[in-house]
Nanobody, 125 residues
Framework: QVQLVESGGGLVQAGGSLKLSCAAS????????MGWFRQAPGKEREFVAA????????YYADSVKGRFTISRDNAQNTVYLQMNNLNPEDTAVYYC??????????????????WGQGTQVTVSS
């Protein structure tokens, strides 16, 4: 059974930082592209960042480019999202996802096979 478990969310002031982690089990982690998405209340789930199976390729939404960094540790079956210079517009539930069909990474929710339960990030002004 595939499980993706996010952690690291919380409440932070604007300008602060958080690092999210997503621990994967039940899949060949090193053969999957991984992504982070977020969903704010009343809005659709949106792409944040993605990383290829090797970590060699990364992709970011324009809204987070230069502030967020995605990385992965295949030995630990974990993907990370370092978030710096957070602002209230970053408030959302953050989800990690895994895709076997797109090991180089993907930016659309439909391209992902497995999802975590999400972790809340709240940025106060």
């Amino acid at each position: 059974q595939v499980q993706l478990v996010e952690s690291g969310g919380g409440l932070v002031q604007a300008g602060g930082s958080l690092k999210l982690s997503c621990a994967a089990s039940g899949l060949m982690f090193s053969r999957h592209g991984m992504g982070w998405f977020r969903q704010a209340p009343g809005k659709e789930r949106e792409f944040v960042a993605a990383i290829s199976w090797s970590g060699g390729w990364t992709y970011y939404a324009d809204s987070v480019k230069g502030r967020f960094t995605i990385s992965r540790d295949n030995a630990q079956n974990t993907v990370y999202l370092q978030m710096n210079n957070l602002n209230p517009e970053d408030t959302a539930v953050y989800y990690c996802a895994a895709t076997a069909k797109f090991p180089s990474g993907a930016t659309h929710t439909l391209h992902y096979d497995y999802w975590g339960q999400g972790t809340q990030v709240t940025v106060s002004s």
